[in-house]
Each structure stands twice: as C-alpha cells, then as structure tokens.
C-alpha cells in the first residue's frame, strides 16, 4: 500500500511553489495574462475567401504582418471564414496597409474598420461584397462574464461547502474548497504562463474541471468516511491511506476515460476547440491530483491540529 500521507507536506508546498511561480512569471515576463477579442475587444470580420485559401495560409498571412489573429471556419463549402484580431493590432494593420498603397489615395487616413477591411482586400485579393460584416467588438460582454463567472464560482464553493459540511464534517468541507482553489489558480497560472487566449470555451472548461475534481474529491472523502465507521479502527492518517488505496484504480480509470474523450477533440482536428481541450487536460491531471495530495492531506493536518473540533 503507497504512504500518500508521507508526501502531504511536500506536496502542499511544490502545489503552492508551481502557483506563485507560474503566476508571477505571468504578471512580470507577460505583463498579463493573453489579449483576447471577448474580454480586450477588438475587430471582426466575416469573409468569403477564394477556395486556395485555407487555414494555414489565412494564419500565415497575419503572422507575416506579426498581429494575433483568431480564425475560425464558418462553411467550408464557400470557405466562409470569421476572423478576429485585437485592438493591440490596429497600429500594425495601419503601417502595413501603408507600405501596400501604390497611390496617394490608398495612403489617406482611414476609420479603423475601414483600415482592416483594406487590410483583408489586399491581402486575399477579395473585393469588398466578399467581406460580409466588419465590426469593432468592445471589452463589455467579456466583463459582464468575467464578473457573472466570478459569481458564479463563488456561489459554487459557497453551496459545496455547506453541502459537504452537512453530509460529512467541515474538515471535509475546508479540504474540497481548498483544493478547487488549488486547481483554478493552478490552471489559470499555467493558462496564463502558456498565454492561452481567455474565452468562453475557457471559462467553460474551469468549471467543467472544478465539476470534475469535486466528484474525484467527493468519492475519496466518501471512502473516508466509511472506513472512519467501520468496526476496524486505525490512526486517522492510516485510514486516508487505506482510503485512497481502496479508490486508486476508481479514479485512475475515471481519470483516462475522459482524458481519452478530450483527446479524441484534437485528433478530430477541432481546431476552434484546441485551446478549450487543453485546459481541460491539465485540469483532468491536476484535479486528479489534487483529490489525493491536497484535499486528503488538508482534511488530515485539520484533524492533526483540531482534534476535538474535527469530531464535530
């Protein structure tokens, strides 16, 4: 039988180093976290391009000019394409349009939509009817759903605790908050090292793994509490040990059939679903890993230190 409490302190400490790490790696060498058009704003355009080009070449045309763009594929029947870039990007779409006028009339100044649409023009060579719809998108509905998904996980925590508290004891209720904190900061310090672009797929993907990491962590406390009842009595420590032995094989198993599922996104070549997949890979492993190295060994450091309290 593996000791999992043996490493409780260890693994405390290395989860709490990788966060601050990844986090201040973030906010000092990327200044941030990436721009993205839902939460920074930015321009968009719908387009029908010419049937040589496809992804790789409309990507490879933005990288040339160095601005971030976000292509997804609309119909692949009339290559019918949205494209996004950020308001970051309009001073580089400005000069390049520059060097690409051949007259003075290309060379006049332009309202920023108008910059992007000449931008599309000429370097697909498109006429204007191709271009569908050209829009600046502001910051707005990225902060309503920061603000409302904030919310939303607050409220979450809020009801799994007292669910918990009532089900089994509050020790069990501080280990499960703890280590859903653990898992969301550590996702967003390596959404945020790795500059993965923030989305709704994004968001969506950091609940689906707090949904997932509370069940691991629920079906362990679960366990828990059985052997803690059972007419064999151990050491407290050595009941989470049995404890988490017993659903080793439950978990691992639960563990590879969704990371399977997620991986079957990539090799389908979902590309507007890359991101959103990745997230929620690491969010897999890491919720996994946090049901066995933070949230068992906070619930036993509690009992450690609060034994009496721990009994409540």
Same mark, same amino acid.
């Given at each position: ?126 006429? &204007?009817?191709?271009?569908? =719809?050209?829009? %600046? ?5 990225? #902060?309503?759903?920061?603000? !409302?998904? +904030? *919310? ?85 420590? &050595?009941?989470?040990?049995? =404890?988490?032995? %017993? ?5 691992? #198993?639960?563990?590879?059939? !969704?990371? +399977? *599922? ?51």
């Amino acid at each position: 039988m593996f000791d999992f409490s043996k490493y409780k302190y260890i693994s405390i400490i290395t989860s709490t180093l990788f966060i601050i790490c990844g986090l201040t790696f973030t906010f000092t060498y990327h200044k941030g976290f990436a721009h993205s058009l839902d939460f920074n704003g930015g321009l968009r355009a719908v387009v029908i391009l010419p049937k040589d080009k496809d992804r790789k070449s409309i990507e490879s045309f933005f990288a040339s000019e160095s601005i971030d763009s976000v292509i997804i594929l609309l119909d692949k029947e009339k290559n019918h394409y949205q494209i996004d870039v950020g308001l970051e990007s309009i001073p580089k779409i400005v000069a390049s349009n520059q060097k690409k006028a051949v007259d003075e009339s290309e060379k006049k100044a332009r309202p920023t939509i108008e910059e992007f649409i000449f931008m599309l023009k000429k370097g697909f060579s498109i006429e &204007r009817d191709k271009i569908l =719809s050209a829009d %600046q998108v502001g910051a707005i509905v990225g #902060n309503e759903l920061t603000s !409302t998904g +904030i *919310s939303l996980l607050l409220y979450t925590m809020l009801f799994m605790a007292i669910y918990l508290s009532f089900r089994f004891q509050f020790k069990f209720a501080l280990g499960a908050s703890l280590a859903l904190l653990h898992d969301l900061f550590f996702t967003l310090a390596f959404i945020g090292v790795f500059q993965i672009k923030p989305s709704v797929p994004i968001i969506a993907a950091l609940l689906t793994l707090l949904g997932y990491s509370i069940n691991d962590t629920i079906v362990i406390f679960d366990r828990i509490r059985e052997n803690s009842d059972s007419k064999v009595k151990y050491e407290f420590s &050595r009941t989470i040990n049995v =404890s988490i032995n %017993q659903t080793l094989g439950r978990t691992l #198993n639960t563990s590879v059939a !969704t990371l +399977i *599922s997620i991986v079957a996104i990539i090799i389908g070549k979902a590309v507007e679903l890359y991101d959103f997949s990745i997230v929620l890979i690491f969010g897999v492993i890491i919720g996994t890993y946090s049901s066995i190295f933070i949230a068992a060994p906070i619930v036993e450091i509690y009992e450690k230190f609060f034994p009496e309290k721990a009994k409540d």
